[in-house]
């Protein structure tokens, strides 16, 4: 729900690589179970062929405290990928004739800024201007506190736009937040109902719902952040994100829809072919990926510890779905080596060599670090036994030392190598390094 990268970005080759005969799921088991047994991941992973399951593993616990272990039919919240069967009724009502991509919001919105300029298609690929809300300071103050639709519009109304409508693009939940309530005011009917009703149940979704409380003894899982171990992560009120990020399900079930969503079994190949349009890297409900030669189109999600990932590549027929309720790991990795085991491409299971530090021992590291590449400060800094780091204005994160002087912070794919003597640091990321010094 919070705005996140676009993490599903899988690596890009030149040369072509040939469909298996046969997954290499051994090796995809020994990998997840690496990662679990390190602390590096918890949830489920699902890959099907047109439409056919032909591997789904689940590793962790839907609820540390009681012990209850993740099954492939538990159930997580899939934050944003919410937004591709948000995207998919609203095509359904312009096919139905109900709704029409061009026309404004000014109807429905009078008071949010730009109403007259902003058309409903701006909503849909994130080219309205309109201020993302899960980006304001004081969001996780009350995420957790149920909201009414006048109190949400209310808040978006009250923002100033953050760039002339279709002029660029750039992420904004509140976009499909507004989506949601006109969808619900065109069908006359609740989101939840019409989720239900267009897709869930024709497709046969199972473990696929408008999302609430989580009760882990129910099927639902809790979600996680790591910070020297798992710490139960608080529940956003799913009145806040309704059709932006409310919905729960499970790999298996993405695996399905997403199929399903490809095979005209939702809507028109013509309004698939609208929203798999890109403008300014933006789709409609989905992204385009890469993966070696093939493309492959969905979406990722975010909300609370909850982290997911959806994507259909076109030309085989091929989806895969990971959702996650705790995540300590770099996730593109993790499904990059997902479509490897199911190409039989080689790639290797990490080791994972953590040191055991004294507080004393990190000191040494301590300080406000800058660099002349580029504008962002991190400051450095101990709590216990772990050396945590911080950019400005983003919120800490721990570091776990993996050799002398070098720490890693895998989950967002991040690598510090300090020299203590020289008061240096290199931080290095998505193949670019960057020289600190401290102040």
Not at 236 to 251: K, N, Q, Y
Request: aromatic share 12%; charged share 20%; proline share 4%.
């Amino acid at each position: 729900m919070k705005r996140t990268l676009l993490v599903f970005t899988l690596l890009i080759s030149l040369s072509p690589i040939v469909q298996a005969q046969e997954m290499n799921s051994a090796k995809l088991d020994s990998l997840l179970t690496a990662l679990e047994q390190n602390d590096k991941f918890m949830g489920s992973v699902a890959v099907a062929y047109d439409g056919k399951l032909i591997y789904t593993k689940a590793v962790g616990f839907a609820d540390l405290t009681d012990s209850i272990p993740a099954t492939p039919e538990t159930e997580y919240r899939i934050g944003s990928i919410s937004k591709m069967f948000t995207a998919a009724l609203a095509f359904k009502a312009v096919e139905k004739g109900i709704l029409d991509l061009d026309q404004t919001i000014i109807t429905y919105f009078p008071k949010v800024v730009n109403a007259d300029k902003i058309k409903i298609r701006y909503l849909l690929n994130h080219h309205s201007g309109i201020h993302n809300l899960t980006s304001e300071p004081d969001y996780t103050d009350w995420e957790t506190e149920p909201r009414t639709e006048k109190q949400l519009i209310d808040l978006i109304s009250g923002f100033k736009s953050d760039f002339e409508p279709g002029s660029k693009a750039e992420y904004s939940n509140s976009n499909y937040v507004l989506l949601t309530f006109i969808l619900e005011k065109t069908y006359k009917k609740p989101y939840k109902e019409l989720v239900e009703t267009y897709i869930i149940k024709p497709l046969g979704l199972k473990h696929t719902a408008y999302g609430g409380p989580a009760d882990p003894k129910n099927g639902d899982s809790y979600s996680y952040h790591y910070d020297q171990g798992w710490v139960k992560a608080p529940e956003t009120d799913m009145s806040i994100p309704v059709g932006a990020g409310a919905l729960v399900s499970t790999p298996s079930d993405l695996c399905r829809f997403i199929t399903a969503l490809f095979n005209g079994k939702i809507i028109s190949q013509e309004s698939l072919d609208q929203m798999k349009t890109m403008k300014d890297n933006y789709g409609m409900g989905m992204f385009e990926y890469g993966f070696h030669d093939k493309k492959a189109y969905g979406h990722n999600g975010g909300i609370d510890g909850f982290r997911s990932n959806l994507g259909y590549i076109t030309q085989d027929k091929v989806s895969v779905a990971m959702t996650s309720n705790g995540m300590n790991y770099n996730m593109n990795s993790i499904m990059i080596d997902v479509l490897n085991s199911y190409y039989n491409i080689p790639y290797d299971i990490p080791e994972f060599n953590a040191i055991e530090t004294s507080e004393a021992d990190l000191q040494k590291y301590s300080g406000e670090y800058s660099s002349t590449q580029i504008a962002l400060k991190i400051k450095i800094f101990t709590e216990g036994n772990t050396l945590k780091a911080q950019a400005t204005g983003q919120s800490s994160f721990p570091l776990e030392q993996t050799a002398p002087n070098v720490f890693h912070f895998d989950q967002a794919g991040i690598v510090m190598e300090f020299d203590p003597e020289n008061k240096s640091m290199v931080l290095k990321q998505g193949g670019g390094e960057f020289r600190y010094t401290k102040d």
